[in-house]
């Protein structure tokens, strides 16, 4: 019994999210993993909806990575499997990557509930190269998760990784909240995220320019917090183009013109050469 304690992966055991007393004080890239403990993962996963958001997203991931020709996809922040799931479906050859146990567990658990077999891969970015083999025809990181790096130099040493699993042509997706707005308009006025219908109430409980912690309350009234960096738009776009990435194009909302207040999203999509 003891020895099949000590094989079990102690992220998957973990049952409580563990913050300082000062909760704003925890700033630290490798965070991530102790806050998507299992609990807040498959409550997460059980009530959004797959299907009101893929149809809120659309096919713009799928369509912008044909128009591309791409093939081969690096899911590198797969999350519970919803966009592997959804690009496997359309065909593309896809690898699903995640830093967090409980996350690549569920989404292989998600990829046998549609019929498939996902090429799970737990694999944190900042050394990414260890796990993964082989360039890609596209990287993509999406649901805001570039957000978790909290320090400059691992946001570098990230995107340097993506960098190099692609293969000379291939193309960065990388979104991000806009915290632009959350960070100007200020925590009075912040709007309320509703992810996916009106289940999950997502909103800044604290704001400065270094953190944004959300909180995430359930219908049962659990509450779940994220200690994520606020990325401002032009700033991540600077550091896709420094890691050497070319031609950096970024959309609010899906759409090619906006105004920047308005978008709850950015799309950035940057080419390697
Ligand atoms: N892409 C998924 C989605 O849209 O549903 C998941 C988004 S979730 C907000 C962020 C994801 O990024 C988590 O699954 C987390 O484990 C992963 N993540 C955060 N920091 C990471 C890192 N340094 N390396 C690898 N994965 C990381």
């Not at 044909?66 to 797969?78: E, P, S």
């Not at 999950?200 to 509450?223: K, N, Q």
Request: charged letters at 25%; one cysteine or more.
């Amino acid at each position: 019994m003891q020895q099949l304690q000590d094989l079990q992966n102690p992220e998957l055991l973990a049952t409580a999210q563990d913050y300082s007393e000062d909760e704003t004080t925890d700033r630290d890239s490798g965070l991530y993993r102790a806050e998507y403990v299992m609990s807040f993962v498959e409550k997460w996963d059980e009530l959004i909806d797959w299907e009101a958001r893929a149809r809120s997203e659309g096919k713009f991931f799928i369509q912008m990575l044909q128009a591309l020709g791409a093939n081969r996809v690096l899911d590198v922040a797969c999350g519970t499997g919803f966009h592997s799931v959804q690009l496997m479906q359309a065909g593309f050859d896809v690898t699903s990557a995640d830093g967090s146990a409980a996350m690549v567990a569920k989404a292989f658990e998600n990829g046998k509930k549609h019929g498939l077999i996902l090429k799970t891969v737990q694999a944190d970015w900042r050394w990414l190269t260890r796990d993964i083999v082989g360039t890609y025809d596209a990287v993509v990181c999406l649901g805001n998760s570039f957000t978790h790096l909290h320090d400059e130099a691992d946001r570098r040493r990230a995107l340097a990784e993506f960098y190099s699993v692609l293969g000379p042509d291939g193309v960065l997706i990388l979104d991000q909240r806009n915290y632009d707005s959350i960070l100007d308009d200020g925590f009075s006025t912040q709007h309320k995220y509703y992810y996916c219908g009106e289940q999950v109430t997502a909103e800044p409980e604290y704001v400065d320019e270094g953190l944004t912690r959300f909180r995430y309350t359930f219908p049962d009234e659990s509450v779940y917090h994220l200690n994520m960096f606020p990325l401002r738009k032009n700033y991540t776009r600077r550091l896709i183009g420094e890691a050497g990435f070319q031609a950096i194009k970024t959309y609010g909302d899906f759409k090619e013109t906006y105004q920047e207040s308005d978008p709850d999203f950015f799309i950035h999509v940057a080419n390697k050469a």
